[in-house]
């Protein structure tokens, strides 16, 4: 059977990963597809480069309307990112009647439900393994490998960059801005890393994982998101010392009233298997009512792992094209029909414990006045550690973790506590799960 | 549309929480299968005791044959366990018509592709992700989650049981047969524990992922498996103190000239994340080419952990059953006419590390005997450990980490080291794997 044939947009990084990949492990995979599987045609505007790479197996142009317009072609494969020109190309895809392969996150988190509505009315399928956690089939586990369970929460690494960048500021002690710079020299961290430091790409995959979670749309707008710019070593030991690690987390769970879906640097337990997971890696833990907790860790970005995500949505897609389409592995878990408008809970709403860390004068009364003001909001303290101050200082650290509670809380009582006059600086606070 | 007719044959642990979960959460399971799923029937011997956990809400007989022939029934679930009546009953649901669903990984491990291949004609699937590792979707993974690699090797934690026993040696410092009491008084072991004890339940898990992996058909009686009824609490300890951990591990990996199966306590380095998988957990890394390494956690056993396994195929089945049965995912990850016959390496041609641990006489040249031993049989030591010995001891203890070396070569190496007469006891090896 003539191999399946496949239009990529776009080939930087994963692209020539995909190319790569295809071509080295053509025959496993033809094996494990029960059809060949061919990149035959390559959009990019740097047709150099792109010829450069692809040489004369595949053909090369620069209008990506080519490849869809090419009735030769089975399956296009999105690779271009943004909201831009990709969900242009991606939702005419889908029009020219083609499968649609994409790790674009961004544009499925803001985007998600036009795009896979699409899909559903034409017949086709939209793929997306890559746009979350790389390499580690993710997707694959919460659509179809978890679906006996009710799912609790999903709790990830989901940025390799932050997580290079924690375990960096951990090991050496470092702030954040001399660890960034390092990261920016060894290519971990981009030249603009906005997106992941201010934790918006990690918040477009825990929207994406979210929905498939719960059976709710993709509502990307509805995230609290909070990066680690402002994170200092300082807190990143006190937590150690406390038997913690901070990770940048993506966090979707499901509450009695709503959804909570936000990122933030969370404190979490060392012993947890997520607080040991190091450098550039990715981790997502589910929790599931039959299943409990279970676990998934690999590499969540680079041309290889991305590309093998990007492969195997090709493989599954060459496997089940010609089923039925109302028989088929729904986009986001839940049939189409099925979804739920569940809200997403504002961050007032949301429930955690807390880590804190207050510069106050080193004077009598002063703990007396915080825990104060903690109980008449009735949040609970769970453990206080205070540095002992040095001879004839005049401040000192006190750092206080607290039991669950409500965030608009934490937040109103934080504001009474900042307007002591014993307390000296910023009040740091940082969210804390347990993760059990 | 009618729920999708499901029929149990027994109905003990795993088909009582397989009977919990599909009831309490058939809301959510509906709205991903697009249809629901309901045990109809249930088949079991002690038909007063299956009453009592279905009630009304299933027909209850003791011939499981009767579910068999039963044409409202659209899957068998076969939980009986065992290579005997079990595997007659899977063939003929398959030879009915039945999708199969089973959780039975000894009857896989050894009659595997006979299931498989009597499905293939029938046109129907058998799923079993139930089958290694309880809830952890590895299977899923294995088979469409990583198809655009070629996989390298697959290690795991797979046996709760002996991961149990290991945790609770490692950090009590006690030896296997007390341990052993301890976890048969709490449940984690049962009251023959042969086949969790002496590794064959990991190797018909091993056996199973072997297959999936490399796209050969399965052959437990290659399978080289060795328990942990000979450890001590000493090389535990020994082990940790060189920077390891030791793991009951189930290990395939390609060679150029084979694939090696086997199960084997292994030394694993301490900072791996499946180093750290304590108490009844399971842990499956997988190395592939293109996404490098993956790691899947969960529990390997339980009703309910299982029945997650279970019902997710349940659900994929209802999801794709309408597909031709051409284009379907084939059960062992590659397309039926695609397996190959590599051959399963004698356990002598496996390439490992080892610890060695020798009772030696306390005496001058000793260390140079045995390190000519092993230099004479081309195997290279990575760290040498002599126990210092108490004033007046007559002899020591020495610990030896060698570098990769074929297992035939080892063999002989230690024939020749035993017959030293400066060798005092039966010396102690166990392999290591770095697993990067």
Redesign the interface.
Known sequence: MKPIQVGLLGIGTVGS?TFT??N??QE???????RGIEISMVADLDVERARGIVGDRARVVADAREVIANPEIDIVVELIGGYGIAKTLVLEAIAAGKHVVTANKALLAVHGTEIFEAARLRGVMVAF?AAVA????II??LR???????IEWVAGIINGTTNFILSEMRSKGLDFAAVLKQAQALGYAEADPTFDIEGVDAAHKATIMSAIAF?VPVQFDKAYVEGITALQAADIRYAEQLGYRIKLLGITKRRQHGIELRVHPTLVPSQR?IA??EGAMNAVVVQ????????????GAGA??T??????DL??IT??????P?????HL???PG?LQDTPILPIDEVVTSFYLRLQVADQAGVLAKITGILAEHEISIDAVLQRESAEGEKQTELIILTHDTVEGRMRAALAQMQALPTVLAPIVRIRKEELK
């Open positions: 990963g990949v295809l080295r492990n496993e995979i033809r094996r494990r597809a029960g393994e790389g390499g580690i089939p694959k586990a179809e490998g978890l679906t006996a369970n009710r059976g298997l040991n997971v599931g009512d039959a299943v409990g907790s279970t676990l998934y860790y690999g590499k290889e792992p590309a093998s995500a990007v492969v195997a493989v599954d496997r089940l094209h010609t089923a039925d109302d028989h088929r592995v729904p878990a839940f049939q099925s």
